[in-house]
């Protein structure tokens, strides 16, 4: 007998669920807290929850993560140096400081603008190396010529040793700025990817696991987890992706909405006849476009760990990521008589990192380009719960809410505060933790808005309902603000949003808002059987998906038929035939995806190709002024069958 184990590793819990390939029937799961910030603990923990008479039989490991997704949310990935070749006009914010614009690029047609500036780029890499964990590079049209993208690798190999990520291994989409974009967050992620897959590869191996290690992408895809670190940022959204494969799975539901409800965040996506829809302009994330293929989702930083804090009577969800009360009762001895002393600061010190429930913990991390200013807050911060009251009695002062701020992005400190989660154990829905810390914590945030415990629970709770069904309705509503849509829910009104779809609830204690969801919406609203382990669920269900484009174009206006330019992820190339260009198309494509499928330990014979072909013909030519062509494999089978 074989078995699958499927793992998701979120910001809250890491998920394990071992399947039985012969029948797909789950029979084992376990939920086991994240650690931060290394992840090895929880992962250690889910699957030593895995009965032991089964691992020797696990033939596939298969992997999700929102890792990666969270760190670009909470704004605490790895320091970035970013490269820019050629014309680009910066009217708008770049998302690092460490940057240059340098002399180079192309044109449209892939002929250079102008020589790339080497010296530039040394000087650059030598000025920033010491402050950055990796660099990125985009080039001006690098996606029809990526010379001068591999140059710059080659120099800042050379100068820094350092990782660095070309905008053209990632997007062939036109789009200059988004690329630069996607580049950087590529980059950003790469510590982060490669400290997780190394931890789950290690311990894997320590169970006596012999099983090929795959890795979920953000297109509801598989991947060979040592290839996903070429590209850790297809992995944004591989927990919606897996928690919307998993729905599907779970419900039986070919067709259905999904609402993933994380520790970080929530998130909405729509599965139609088994197939994720996709969204064709790029994935955004934390604010910022990307060039990534991914799922269509509504996302927004609201989670079950999301902070609640409250100023001038307003109760505020996120966006950041805290450590619940009633989870820090449960992992620092002593913490609940601090939470019970902890004083009131003053109404005119509130503000979201002055708070009566906030305390503050070093991560473990090392600090990498500080300030004096920051390092004298981080020295006074321990590795057990340190408060305002504390910070201030060591320090002499109060901290700046700034350099805290600072540190909570370079992932130095994290916080412990209210959350949902501490409103569920205030209301009884749900009592994993110690309720008394989120009794207290619910009682001092009441009382800076005139409401009880109890009352301050329960709003928190209507509130997150109210933004659940709002972020749905946002989903399918497109063009209309979600601001506009969410004021409806405050409305009291015998009308109801209806949905024609089953909604699936996926993540930890969902069900706690299905009488609310019921409330607000005319919908049949799913919580199935393991929904607490969909991502992990989805993690297993999913299949290999490859997709290469191909554009074929006339070298030149004057001559159209003369000459034609074949552009791709594998660079520009050029044919005199048009038939011959379209055979090189098709023929390089499924080369491509057959080397893809084999390096991700697909089943080479389990694996399906389709060419689609768009061309574009003015009145009066022979051939099409623009030729896509998209090449796309799909494998039903990993390299050990699920049967």
Known sequence: MKYS????????YTDAVLLRDSDEVIISSNKALTTYPDPLGGIRNAIDGIDEQYLNDIKVVSVSTTL??????????????LILVGNYELNQDLPTEHYAQVEGGHNYNGIPTAPLDEDAVREFAERVKDRVAAFAVSSYFSIRNHEHELRVKEIIKESTGLPIVCAHELSQELGAFERAVTAFLNAQLIPVTEKFMTTVEEYISSKGIDANVFMLKCDGSVIGIRSALE??????FSGPAGSLVGASFLTGNDTCAVIDVGGTSTDIS???NGVPEMSESGAVVG????????IKMETSAMGGDSDIWVKDNHVNIGPRRVIPLCRAADLYPGFLDQLRANPMPSRGLLGI???????????????????????????????EPTSIRELHSRMKKYPSSKHLDSLLQKRLIQTIGFTPTDALHVLRDYTEHTVEASEIGAKYLGSLCKRDAFEFASFVKQEFAKNMASDLMSFFLEGISKTEIRKIFDIESPTKFKVDIPVVLIGGPVIAYLEDLQSILDAKIIVPEYSNVGNATGALAAKGIRRVDFLVRPASMAAPDWEFYVFSEKGRESFYEYEEALEYASKTGRETIMQYMMDAGMDSEHVSVDVEKQEIIPDGWSHPLETRIRVMGVSTSLVEERC
């Open 353 to 383: 990192n002055f708070q009566p429930t906030k305390f503050y913990i070093r991560t473990g991390y090392d600090p990498i380009d500080i300030s004096s200013q920051e390092m004298e807050v981080f020295r006074f911060i321990s590795d």
């Open 5 to 12: 184990l499927g793992i998701d590793a979120g910001g809250t």
């Open 231 to 236: 590209k850790p940022i297809e992995s944004i």
């Open 287 to 294: 604010g910022w476009k990307t060039r990534v293929k991914a």
């Open 68 to 81: 990666s997704t969270n760190s670009i949310l909470e704004g605490t990935g790895f320091p970035v140096g």
């Open 270 to 272: 729509v599965i139609t």
